[in-house]
């Protein structure tokens, strides 16, 4: 099982954390997390297209995901995002912990979901009925690195 990936096509949360979970020897605790994407600014979205750097975007998850690791003592770590057209509804991203005890795997969950809103290099567009506009940066997530 990859423990970061990026793809195109669609994934099965369920599947993916009934997997990881059951190579998470030694664990205590299994926590989750799926992003859905939804209409960001209300307004009939039709779709969401994210884009990437091949490479990069990895290497990038890959650093996220070893920081967690080593910072909350996590057994393993999972990350899992998509790019292309999403319509509202898809599954757009996931992260799963592993640990001997819930309260990091509560925390390492909370520190990747942190650091991959304002760190992972992937850029989003919505379109509506009426154009398309990249979303911007929030200072709520980057407020939210504060806390590490």
């Given amino acids: 099982m990859q423990r970061v990936t990026v793809q195109h096509g669609p994934f099965d949360p369920g599947a993916i954390l009934s997997a990881f979970t059951g190579l998470a020897d030694?664990?205590?605790?299994?926590?989750?997390?799926?992003?859905?994407?939804?209409?960001?600014?209300?307004?009939?979205?039709?779709?969401?297209?994210?884009?990437?750097?091949?490479?990069?975007?990895?290497?990038?998850?890959?650093?996220?995901?070893?920081?967690?690791?080593?910072?909350?003592?996590?057994?393993?770590?999972?990350?899992?995002?998509?790019?292309?057209?999403?319509?509202?509804?898809?599954?757009?991203?996931?992260?799963?912990?592993?640990?001997?005890?819930?309260?990091?795997?509560?925390?390492?969950?909370e520190f990747l979901m942190d650091y991959l809103k304002s760190r992972a290099p992937f850029w989003k567009k919505e379109i509506t009925a009426t154009g398309a506009a990249w979303v911007a940066a929030k200072d709520d997530d980057e407020a939210a690195l504060t806390r590490w």
Wanted: net charge negative; no cysteine.
């Fill in 26 to 109: 030694g664990a205590g605790a299994v926590v989750s997390f799926s992003g859905i994407t939804r209409d960001l600014a209300a307004h009939d979205l039709v779709a969401m297209e994210i884009e990437h750097y091949p490479g990069m975007t990895e290497a990038a998850l890959e650093d996220i995901r070893s920081r967690a690791i080593a910072r909350f003592d996590l057994i393993d770590a999972l990350v899992l995002h998509r790019y292309g057209r999403l319509a509202p509804g898809d599954p757009i991203m996931m992260v799963a912990t592993a640990a001997r005890h819930r309260a990091a795997a509560f925390k390492g969950a």
